[in-house]
């Protein structure tokens, strides 16, 4: 068929001149200037179908039309890569012929809406780009922001999340063993829901999304299709209005039990099969044509498929909708000719669909047949190559001229540090993550609570690390420094627990790329994440791009979430935030400085975040860092935790929490550095036998502050005070701040 050829119309849809005249594609997100650009390449007008396939894949959020030139700028190859950005997941080698599989997604507008189903069909479609790639998973985390608490729809928007990241995980039966909770008024109408997902995989079993080899077979298994998620990549390339009920439609409905079926069948296929399986993609974002059109660009192939084919749940479903809805528990399978039968056999034994839609062909066209009609066809590389966007970016104001530092002046030491660990993002969350089974497959060594989880690798010695993490405030008043500050924190967490970090997946939230100030915030942003990820030898292989996160104008901080994996070679050489043993010497590793800007201490003291970010030493940060790792391989150290929010009052308290034991320390430091967040320090408890090979390792980079006690006060003397803190109240104050979550 040549470019010229006229597709059909149906009574269901509008023709294509409707389409041109009532401009109904601009609903959709293509602009007029696209519009035209496909209408000059078809040398005709787009039908309906054709229109609305182009909208779904050139939108920002199958595309990133608008971020990929930012994006590209990643670094993402070294010893240990695999697969890179490009297909379902990264992938990562842990030797022995293993390979460890992680990324991240965000279900961010789905969530506003309809808080439930936007995080659990959030938490199924990470899962299939896991499995995608042929791996098992074993792992969810996530990373959220909310609005303040003292707010009903937050305290709405979060229980429906925590229980539909719940709902959904346990049923399919992984773990959800981490992640971080925040909240700021920024996000009060826009919250963000990101999800980590984490697999194994035999090297030797690795699938990639690709449709290689004419003749071969299209295949698609799962769920069938409905009428649900139409136009959700679109729907998540806009601003959201406050008018919440208007996008319900956009919003998918999951079914964990029917991923459950379509996991275990897919690996058993390509466990089985995998000689014959060309190629495994989920259907995600913009569902059907988008796995279906990528799979064909990323092989150079053509592909056709039969519509009429395609299982529905729904009678009259048109090509629009069967194309564009984001339907869940879906997979596209691209088989070898003449093996169709012993593929299907795997899923049909599941109960599942499993038929052949479609074909790989040589002619650079995608295709789609309905009724006996053509009701697309368009080439591929135009439909999956979004025009180029070049954005414009600018300084934005509050960083040329940036308020005064904070400076806290004269405090109350222990009133302070009571206060602070009531702080939503500081206190205990156990009232929330009680809800995820975090010990399901029975895998879990550190369950949540601790800087990272660490989940052990069966039949092996093994053990990975894992944690999300980000401190908006940060990257709001530096998107370069706050950048480099989100890797450095999670290393921290994956550090602490005695694991080599070796690889990030990111979830970049941003307001409107249209707006100049934001656009170099995305910039600045991936530029400091770079920076750091060179640094520590940790490869960007994944991940999700999240824009327009604005509700009426109003943009979120600029918030870009990573989730990072670290290696254990010896499962017992784990370690964990709590206090072991009285009398182990209690010392803080790293330089501590006046580091309040961003800090909890000014949000809780004035209820703003402004001020400058001091810049900090890359190379001393990574010292510290494998310094510590090598204490503990050298089994030197009984306890260790990332000093974050809240500075090392705060990290020391934590450290006595669920513990027979306190804390007695002398610090010659004003007593409001207690609270700074100078970034790259972690409190560790080193047993007393060990202290002189400790201190002749780790040099000027430990500073003794005291001993662990087996009494019930924390006891902090700095310059000037003398603070002597019952730790049974502090603990009580830490875990009940948030405990309205339905008290079960």
Not at 690 to 698: G, I, K, P, S, T
């Amino acid at each position: 068929m040549t470019t010229a050829t006229t597709t059909a119309t149906t009574t269901y849809e509008p023709t294509a001149e409707m389409v041109r005249d009532e401009k109904i594609y601009l609903a959709w997100g293509l602009t007029e200037a696209e519009y035209d650009l496909i209408v000059a390449k078809l040398d005709r007008l787009p039908n309906y179908t054709e229109a609305g396939l182009f909208s779904a894949m050139w939108s920002e959020h199958v595309s990133y039309k608008k971020s990929k030139p930012v994006l590209r700028t990643f670094w993402s190859r070294n010893e240990r890569v695999l697969q890179g950005p490009g297909e379902g997941a990264g992938i990562l080698d842990i030797g022995d012929g293993q390979a460890v599989v992680f990324k991240a997604e965000s279900h961010n507008h789905p969530s506003a809406v309809e808080p439930y189903e936007g995080a659990a069909t959030g938490v199924g479609g990470i899962l299939r780009d896991i499995f995608s790639m042929g791996a098992q998973p074993i792992a969810v985390l996530d990373s959220l922001r909310f609005g303040e608490l003292n707010n009903a729809t937050t305290k709405h928007l979060l229980d429906g999340v925590i229980d539909g990241i719940a709902g959904y995980g346990n049923a399919i039966g992984i773990p959800t063993v981490g992640g971080e909770i925040g909240f700021d008024a920024v996000y009060q109408g826009n919250p963000l829901v990101n999800v980590m997902a984490v697999g194994v995989i035999d090297q030797a079993a690795m699938q990639v999304g690709r449709a290689e080899g004419v003749g071969n077979t299209v295949m698609y298994v799962g769920a069938k299709t409905g009428r649900d998620g139409i136009h959700g990549a679109t729907f998540a390339s806009a601003e959201f209005s406050s008018d919440e009920d208007q996008n319900r439609s956009a919003v998918q409905v999951g079914d964990p039990f029917m991923e459950k079926l379509v996991m275990d069948a897919t690996l058993k296929a390509i466990r089985e099969h995998g000689d014959v399986i060309v190629g495994v993609q989920d259907m995600g974002a913009a569902g059907l044509v988008s796995s279906s059109a990528e799979m064909a660009g990323k092989a150079g192939m053509g592909m056709q498929l039969n519509l009429d084919l395609v299982p529905q749940r729904e009678a009259g479903m048109t090509p629009y909708e069967l194309m564009l809805s984001e339907s869940q528990e879906r997979m596209l399978l691209v088989v070898a000719a003449g093996h169709e039968a012993e593929v299907q056999a795997v899923f049909e034994d599941a109960g599942l669909d499993a038929v052949a839609v479609g074909t790989v062909t040589d002619t650079g066209r995608y295709e789609l047949l309905w009724h006996g009609d053509v009701a697309a066809n368009v080439p591929v590389d135009f439909l999956t190559t979004a025009p180029k966007q070049e954005m414009p970016q600018a300084t934005p104001t509050r960083l040329n001229e940036p308020s005064a530092d904070f400076v806290p002046g004269t405090l109350d030491g222990a009133a302070t540090l009571t206060e602070l660990l009531q702080q939503p993002t500081i206190a205990s969350k156990a009232s929330l993550f009680r809800h995820f089974d975090s010990m399901v497959r029975a895998d879990t060594v550190v369950k949540p609570g601790g800087d990272a989880a660490v989940v052990r690798l069966r039949g092996t010695k093994k053990a990975l690390a894992m944690t999300t993490d980000v401190n908006s405030r940060f990257t709001y008043l530096d998107p370069y420094i706050g950048g480099q500050l989100a890797v450095v924190e999670a290393a921290g967490n994956v550090v602490a627990t005695g694991a080599q970090p070796i690889g990030i997946t990111d979830c970049l939230n941003f307001g409107n790329p249209d707006d100049p100030e934001i656009y170099y915030e995305l910039a600045q942003s991936v530029a400091g994440i770079n920076q750091m990820a060179k640094q520590l030898n940790t490869p960007v292989i994944s991940g999700n791009v999240s824009l327009y996160n604005e509700t009426d104008g109003q943009a979120i901080y600029p918030t870009p979430m990573i989730g990072m994996v670290g290696l254990h070679e010896d499962v017992k050489m784990i370690t964990t935030i709590s206090f072991k043993n009285a009398g182990d010497v209690i010392y803080v590793l790293g330089e501590t400085a006046a580091d309040f800007n961003g800090s909890e201490l000014q949000k809780m003291v004035t209820g703003d975040v402004s001020g400058r970010l001091r810049g900090f030493d890359m190379t001393k940060i990574q010292t510290t860092q494998a310094k510590l790792l090598d204490a503990i391989a050298a089994d030197l150290v009984a306890s260790a935790h990332d000093i974050a929010e809240g500075g090392l009052g705060v990290a020391l308290a934590e450290s006595t929490f669920k513990t027979p034991f306190g804390a007695s320390m002398q610090w010659q430091v004003p007593t409001a550095w207690l609270f700074s967040e100078t970034p790259g320090r972690f409190v560790v408890s080193v047993p007393e036998a060990n202290v002189a090979v400790f201190e002749q390792l780790m040099g000027d980079t430990a500073t003794k502050l005291g001993v662990v006690t087996a009494g019930d006060t924390i006891q902090m003397n700095t310059e000037a005070d003398e603070l002597n803190l019952s730790k049974t109240t502090l603990q009580e104050n830490y875990e009940e701040a948030i405990t309205w979550q339905r008290n079960q």
